[in-house]
């Protein structure tokens, strides 16, 4: 992962080489997202070239009314005045029509853009490997989702449209001038100067300041998400305090970073109005010399100085357009960031087709580290006969969860090779491996729908009879069919409506659904009591009589439905034998077994 990917995101200050890294990324995805909207995009700059077009006629049309059609008048020829007039209100409607249509084609282009961004930053998150997820909160995933989208649609809405017309209007307002009245557009000329400055010192300040402001944001964001999730370890080892000290300190600082980006537009604003006011008085001053020399008409003196006000009126709406361009471009850098991690576990090029599987496992040679410091399994050989049911037992941290999750294939061995059926699982195609190897965790998620969507989720296109079949093969279905409506009971987030026990039953009656050949239970009877536990462990020696199984459980007695016991100690199996010969015998499992049954009595 780079520096400047997922675990720099969250930094304030970068490298220049990083910088330039960073936003070399964020136009490439830019780039890809507008590529398609070309079309639409050259309507909306013409669209806003021709309004802006008509609106700076205006003053040039009233220097003609004034200069030539007052005069005309007095001789009794009306024509020029009414010209000047038909003319400055054509000119009104034909840039507030333009106006209508670039707003429209802006807002087709800003939901296409989000559109897109939404679904990439969404299809994209789910590809990526359990590495990703677990080092990367919920709380991040949400901010790109959330504010970061938001201010890329605040801009996209808004702001991109106040940028091209602000700055076509004052081209052509300062051309206009030149043609008209090149001494006052001499005038605009030197009023540049500190305009320049200015808006070099605000463009310094505050791009630090809104970065500043984003990652603030982001970490309000994470810090609200993450009390919320855990709200019940929060109360249950009374962290309120605490949580209110941290959410505190986020705030005042989120609060500060914006008292100083507003501290930088009570300087720019201000500072803007007197170069503007400075400009148009020095053009009124001078062209009042040569009014009354004869050298400058009267109209033309009124539209330089409608034009000199005119080009600084867009300034503000710029300097707006700058505060949302920023918070977009930090939001644009962390989301360019997310696509651009790749998966640590990749689907294969050429895809290898397994469409049903025997369930013979076996572990070549393999080595797994999480880092290179943190070496898990250190050259592990293992077969799993088809059709076998082994259990995993050892202390915490022993590797059995890893091993798991390579048969799984969250994860890749570092060296090595973990088949099925004699397949490396890195070259089966994702469905063929995800329908033959099916994984039920100690934490048992159930998303929000009924039970019975819940249970169908391992075979979507299961009938009620087969979802039924499967929640009584787990003993599930008496506590179901005693839920308020049964089957089509809500179970809400995260299945609030029934106990975590519940839960556990409903996620192995999916299991079942789904007819793995390989089925991992990773302490997926921790939370059963004992009733429920043995009546689990029915359904289980019904189930599992034909499939391969890998049960990893603290609980010995869900291990003596297993065939086979393998020992784990720091990633290497130390014991391997049936429940009774390790009872029998005098090594770790026998003590374990001791242990257990000293403490039932």
């Known amino acids: ?94 840039g507030a029509f333009l106006i209508a249509v670039y707003i429209r084609l802006s807002a087709r282009i800003s939901q296409a853009v989000l559109i897109d961004l939404r679904t990439r930053v969404f299809l994209h998150t789910q590809k990526l490997s359990l590495e990703f997820h677990e080092s990367y909160t919920s709380g991040r995933i949400i901010s790109r989702q959330t504010s970061d989208l938001d201010a890329i649609r605040e801009l996209m809405d808004e702001g991109l449209t106040l940028l091209v017309r602000g700055l076509m209007y004052m081209v052509f307002t300062a051309v206009m001038l030149i043609i008209l009245d090149w001494p006052s557009g001499v005038v605009l000329l030197i009023a540049l100067v500190p305009l320049g400055i200015l808006t070099r010192w605000f463009q310094l300040r505050s791009q630090q300041l809104f970065r500043r402001s984003r990652v603030a944001s982001a970490r309000l964001i994470v810090q609200f998400v993450e009390t919320m999730t855990g709200i019940r370890a929060v109360q249950a080892f009374r962290k309120e305090r605490r949580n209110e000290r941290e959410f505190g300190a986020l705030v005042e600082d989120y609060r500060d970073v914006n008292a100083k ?57 710029l300097a707006m357009f700058y505060n949302g361009y920023q918070s977009a471009a930090s939001a644009l850098e962390k989301i360019s960031g997310v696509l651009e991690e790749e998966p640590s576990v990749p689907d294969p090029e050429r895809p290898v087709d397994l469409w049903n599987a025997n369930g013979r496992v076996r572990f070549d ?62 070259t089966l195609h994702p469905k063929d491996l995800r329908r033959a190897i099916v994984m039920v965790t100690q934490e048992a998620y159930l998303f929000s729908g ?31 069919e005693g839920l308020p409506n049964g089957y089509d009971t809500d179970v809400n987030k995260r299945g609030g409506r029934v106990s975590a026990g519940q839960r556990q039953l409903i996620s192995f009656a999916r299991a079942f659904l789904a007819n793995p050949a390989v089925l991992i239970l990773d302490e997926a009877t921790s939370s059963l009591d004992i009733p429920s536990e043995r009546l689990v462990q029915e359904g289980l020696t019904k189930l599992l009589a034909d499939r391969t199984a890998i049960i990893i459980a603290h609980r010995l007695s869900t291990v003596a439905i297993a065939d086979r016991v393998l020992v784990m100690e720091h990633g290497r199996i130390v014991e391997d034998g049936s429940p009774a010969e390790l009872i029998g015998g005098d090594g770790r499992f026998a003590a374990l077994h001791a242990a257990w049954r000293d403490s039932l009595v």
């Open 261 to 317: 980006v507003l501290g930088l537009f009570a300087v720019f604003n201000p500072g803007l109005a007197l170069i503007g006011n400075t400009a148009v008085a020095a053009t009124i001053v001078l062209g009042g010399f040569r009014v009354v020399d004869g050298s400058l008409q009267v109209g033309v003196l009124l539209a330089a100085v409608l034009y000199t006000k005119r080009f600084f009126d867009p300034m503000e709406d």
């Open 450 to 480: 009924s039970v019975a969507d819940n249970i169908a989720l391992g075979k979507p296109d299961a009938s009620f009879d087969e979802v039924v079949a499967a929640a009584k093969a787990v003993g599930a279905h008496e506590f179901i």
């Open 1 to 94: 992962m780079s520096v400047t990917g997922v675990q720099g995101e969250e930094r304030e200050h970068y490298t220049r080489a990083e910088s330039r890294q960073i936003r070399r990324r964020s136009m490439r995805l830019l780039g890809s997202l507008l590529h398609p909207l070309r079309p639409t995009l050259w309507l909306t700059v013409i669209a806003v070239m021709l309004s802006s077009a008509a609106q700076v006629a205006g003053p040039a049309i009233i220097a003609y009314g004034i200069d030539t059609g007052i005069p005309a008048l007095i001789g009794q020829n009306w024509w020029p005045a009414a010209l000047s007039g038909a003319a400055y209100v054509v000119t009104g409607l034909v």
């Open 365 to 426: 040679g393999v080595e797994f580290a999480y880092t290179k410091d943190r070496v898990v399994l250190p050259r592990f050989d293992l077969d799993i006969p088809a059709g076998q049911t082994i259990a995993l037992v050892g202390s915490t941290g022993a590797g059995k969860s890893t091993l798991a999750k390579l048969i799984a294939r969250f994860y890749d061995p570092s060296d090595g090779a973990v088949t099925l059926d004699e397949l490396d699982l890195r």
